[in-house]
C-alpha cells in the first residue's frame, strides 16, 4: 500500500515545461551567432550575404518539418547549415547596376582565400575563429580528417606566400 501512495505522490510531481522553439532559437542565437556570422563572413567575404547564411541556417535548423527544436545539434548542425548556406547564397555572383562585378570589401582573412573552394574557407574560419582542432572542423563538416588536414597544410602554405603564388606559373617570377 506504501509503495502505491509513493507512486501516486511521483506521479503527481510537476515535470518542468518543454521550451518552446523561441525561446530555442534565441538561446542558440545568443550563444552561437556571433561565431556563426564570423565563419559565414569567413567564406563570403560580405557582411550581407554572411548574415543572409547565418539566418537561412537557423530557418533550416529550426522551421525544417522534420525536426524540432531539440532535434538540433548544437553547433554541428548549426555549421553545417551556415556552410551549406554560404555555398548556395555566398558564391553566385552578385553585380552592381552596370552589369559589373560588385567591388568585394574583404577582411584580410578572406582576402587571403579569395579564389578558394568553400570548404577550404569554412576549414580555415574554423580553425581560426572557432578555436576548432583540424580534426573537429572535418567533423563538422562532414569530411575526413586527413583530407582537412592536407586541405589546411596546402592553404596555410599557399596564404603564407600570398595570393598571387596561386596563379603563378611554375617558372614565372613571384
Keep these: 500500500m506504501a509503495s502505491q501512495a509513493a507512486y501516486d505522490d ?9 521550451p518552446d522553439r523561441r525561446t530555442l532559437v534565441s538561446d542558440a542565437y545568443d550563444q552561437h551567432g556571433t561565431a556563426l556570422f564570423r565563419l559565414a563572413h569567413a567564406i563570403c567575404g560580405d557582411e550581407e550575404r554572411a548574415a543572409t ?5 537557423f530557418d533550416v535548423a529550426f522551421t525544417d518539418s522534420r525536426r524540432t527544436g531539440r532535434d538540433v545539434r548544437i553547433p554541428q548542425d548549426l555549421v553545417r547549415l551556415t556552410y551549406l548556406a554560404c555555398v548556395a547564397c555566398c558564391t553566385a555572383p552578385r553585380g552592381t547596376a552596370d552589369g559589373s562585378p560588385e567591388a568585394n570589401d574583404a577582411t584580410p582573412l578572406s582576402a587571403c582565400l579569395v579564389g578558394l573552394d568553400c570548404q577550404r574557407r569554412a576549414l580555415i574560419a574554423l580553425t581560426l575563429y572557432g578555436d576548432h582542432t583540424y580534426d573537429e572542423a572535418a567533423v563538422l563538416l562532414n569530411i575526413d580528417p586527413a583530407a582537412a588536414a592536407r586541405a589546411l597544410r596546402i592553404t596555410l602554405r ?3 606566400r600570398g595570393p598571387r603564388s596561386r596563379h603563378a606559373s611554375p617558372g614565372s617570377a613571384p
Design 10 to 18: 511521483a506521479r503527481e510531481v510537476p515535470r518542468p515545461a518543454r
Design 158 to 160: 599557399e596564404a603564407a
Design 53 to 57: 547564411a547565418v539566418v537561412q541556417a
